[in-house]
Every structure is written in structure tokens, then in C-alpha cells.
């Protein structure tokens, strides 16, 4: 079955540099969710979209920003990158409604270094 | 507001034991319950919910959790544990099924597998 698709799935960067990370919905999922889990720490959430507009935000930094495309694909846009964004980002992704909805399905991550 | 508590942060089994997990919740109304799975470096793989119904929900893997509204609790367990099975198990809450709706994570339980 296919899952949900992030990439890419390792990323260094510089301090004050920006990054993009892209999330693609398992096929037929309308709703896609963004996580943060830093080093020995559960997945904290930062921001959701359902049907292209924005559900839910989370504790996501005024230098962090996302959006959900036409084709459902997600971006998560980092800019002047810190040496504590160093974590692992998830993106899941949920059917929007009936008896799955509710249920998040993760991707492998994105394992982002700031050095 | 919601949480979730996982009063153990590491769990040592032999393999082929048992392993129960423990997971409390806090939250006004019947939340609708996760339990994943991450093994080192790895997303997070759904082993199991309880939206409503049965309160003894089986999940992947072997595993099986128990809903107990009296409690607040839903704790997993196997019956027979395998070395594959090491890894950081989370508990997580999700406050009702509409699209765009956030998980709250326990901590995280990390499991130890002794041959």
C-alpha cells in the first residue's frame, strides 16, 4: 500500500539559512499534518491542513510557514534556521472524513541537522 | 486542555515474556486513542485505535489494547514479546475525528528486549 512520502529524508543546513521540506499525502488523503520531535522527545505538532486551508496550528515559529497545494502535497518553509530546528519533522496524513478520518498515517521523516 | 502520560519511560522483557505498556489520558470527553510504534531513526507506525464499540481493540503485530473509561487508561500489551519488537512505543489522543485535528503524545515508553 503506499504511505505517505516525504523528502528529502536527511538535510544540513547552515544557521539563518532556510530549507523546504515536501510532504506527499498517501493517495486519496485530503488532510496533512506537520510534527516536530527534537532528540529523545515525543512528536510535537506544529500545523495541520484539510482541503488545501489551514486546521490547526501547533507551536510552529512566526519563521516557519506551510501550505497545502492543488494536488494535496504539502511544504513546510524553515527560514532563518536555528541550531534548536535540528529535529526530525513528520509529515501524516489523514482522510478527511468517514470512518478513517481522525486516523494520521506517518511518512519515514526528515532529518534536519543546523549546524 | 488534553494529555497523555506514559508513567514509564523504559521497559526492560525478556524475549517471550509478556509486556504491558501504560498509558493515562486526560481529556472531557472519550478521546479517540492511538498507540504507534518507532524504532530507531524511523516514522511512526500505527499499531492500533479505539475510536468506540469494543473496548478491547487488536491491533498489528500482535498487540491488543484495553479502553477503560473508569481508569482513563489504555494500556497495550502482547502476550509474548519478540527481539524485533524493540523499539519507543507512543500513546496519543486525538480530541474527536474531524480532519485536521491534532495528536497529543504521551512521552514515549521505550522498550528493551533481552534474548
Known amino acids: 500500500a503506499a504511505g505517505v512520502i516525504q523528502s528529502p529524508r536527511h538535510l544540513i543546513k547552515e544557521k539563518r539559512e532556510t530549507a523546504t521540506l515536501k510532504c506527499y499525502p498517501i493517495?486519496?488523503?485530503?488532510?496533512v499534518y506537520w510534527y516536530q520531535q527534537g532528540p529523545g522527545q515525543d512528536p510535537q505538532f506544529l500545523i495541520s491542513?484539510?482541503?488545501?486551508?489551514?486546521?490547526d496550528k501547533g507551536s510552529i515559529p512566526d519563521r516557519f510557514s506551510a501550505q497545502q497545494f492543488s494536488d494535496y502535497h504539502s511544504e513546510l518553509n524553515m527560514s532563518s534556521l536555528e541550531l534548536g530546528d535540528s529535529a526530525l519533522y513528520f509529515c501524516?496524513?489523514?482522510?478527511?472524513?468517514?470512518?478513517?478520518?481522525?486516523?494520521?498515517?506517518f511518512g519515514p521523516g526528515t532529518r534536519l541537522l543546523v549546524l | 486542555a488534553q494529555s497523555v502520560t506514559q508513567p514509564d519511560i523504559h521497559i526492560t522483557v525478556s524475549e517471550g515474556a509478556s509486556l504491558e505498556l501504560r498509558c493515562n489520558y486526560s481529556?472531557?470527553?472519550?478521546?479517540?486513542l492511538f498507540w504507534y510504534v518507532q524504532s530507531p531513526g524511523q516514522g511512526l507506525q500505527l499499531l492500533l485505535k479505539y475510536f468506540s464499540g469494543d473496548t478491547l481493540v487488536q491491533g498489528i503485530k500482535g498487540f491488543e489494547a484495553e479502553f477503560k473509561r473508569s481508569q482513563s487508561s489504555f494500556n497495550l500489551r502482547k502476550p509474548s514479546v519478540h527481539w524485533s519488537d524493540a523499539a519507543e512505543y507512543f500513546c496519543?489522543?486525538?480530541?474527536?475525528?474531524?480532519?485536521?485535528?491534532?495528536?497529543?503524545f504521551g512521552g514515549g515508553t521505550r522498550v528493551l528486549v533481552k534474548p
Open positions: 491542513f484539510y482541503e488545501k486551508m489551514q486546521s
Open positions: 481529556y472531557g470527553a472519550t478521546p479517540y
Open positions: 501524516a496524513s489523514s482522510p478527511g472524513s468517514g470512518t478513517g478520518g481522525g486516523t494520521q498515517y
Open positions: 493517495p486519496r488523503h485530503d488532510t
Open positions: 496519543a489522543v486525538v480530541q474527536g475525528k474531524a480532519a485536521g485535528n491534532k495528536l497529543t
